[in-house]
């Protein structure tokens, strides 16, 4: 299994913060054959950071080179990843999610080979995709 880190998993475990679910970490040290950030989470780093800076803080660019040191693979964004967002249908009765930004993780895990995206957002759990691995 190749983990994809949501925006909020991959900036706890580098940060530090407490927040990181156990689970979450244990699968991150070894769990995983490979463990991977988004362009869509530098995206959306890179946004939030500019608009609100002590509610970000980190910047893109500490927040890739952090991510680089620790060895995690790097996921750019294809067509085929857009392409997926016409296949993500929320279940009947889920609590619709607005976030763009989870919506393109989701569709990134489920294109790629062996990926699973990583997340402690339940919202996704509504979308039904065997890549969603919530902790």
Known sequence: MRLLLDTHIALW???G????????RDL??????????SVVSVWEI???????????????E????YADSLGFGFVPLARRH??????LRLEQGAKEHHDPFDRMLICQAKVEE???????DAL??????PCVLLV
């Not at 913060?17 to 979450?24: G, V």
Request: with cysteine; hydrophobic share 40%.
């Open 17 to 24: 913060d407490r927040r990181l679910p156990a689970k979450a």
């Open 62 to 65: 500490k927040f890739c080179t």
């Open 114 to 120: 062996d990926f699973r995206l990583l997340t402690h």
């Open 82 to 87: 857009i392409a997926a967002l016409k296949t």
């Open 46 to 60: 890179a946004i939030k950071h500019g608009i609100a800076p002590k509610k970000m803080p980190i910047s893109d």
């Open 124 to 129: 996704l759990q509504g979308y039904k995709e």
């Open 28 to 37: 991150i040290h070894g769990g995983a054959r490979s463990v991977h950030y």
């Open 13 to 15: 475990y580098v940060l």
